[in-house]
């Protein structure tokens, strides 16, 4: 695990950590098949977040902000994608949420 990813996820809130293991389980291992790999759909990880639209879209701004992950596309289809997608960062992300 790189010490600067892993150093960066502890800057995190803890409802931000949650939120970005979710993207990255819907990104890489998610039902929906009909998507690239590496992208995760909105629509896909409010459904498995538990947060309302409000919370989940506050949570996302600031991970956008702290440079985690980069939006695009139009409400309600926007797609997520990580900043770094390297198997290195993912399986960091993935780790945190076995702490």
């Keep these: 695990m790189s010490a600067s990813?892993?150093?960066?996820?502890?800057?995190l809130p803890a409802d931000a950590r949650k939120l970005l293991r979710v993207i990255v389980n819907q990104a890489y291992h998610g039902a929906?098949?009909?998507?690239e790999t590496g992208?995760?759909?909105?629509?896909?990880?409010?459904?498995a977040c538990g947060l309302d639209v409000d919370g989940m879209y506050d949570v996302l701004k600031s991970l956008r902000?702290?440079?985690w992950i980069l939006l695009s596309g139009e409400y309600p289809f926007?797609?997520?994608r990580l900043m770094d997608d390297?198997?290195?960062?993912?399986?960091?992300?993935?780790?945190?949420?076995?702490?």
């Design 39 to 47: 992208i995760a759909t909105m629509p896909e990880v409010h459904e």
């Design 65 to 67: 902000g702290a440079g």
């Design 86 to 99: 390297s198997a290195a960062a993912r399986d960091s992300i993935l780790k945190d949420g076995d702490a």
């Design 32 to 35: 929906l098949r009909s998507k």
């Design 5 to 11: 990813t892993e150093a960066r996820l502890e800057r």
């Design 78 to 80: 926007e797609e997520i």
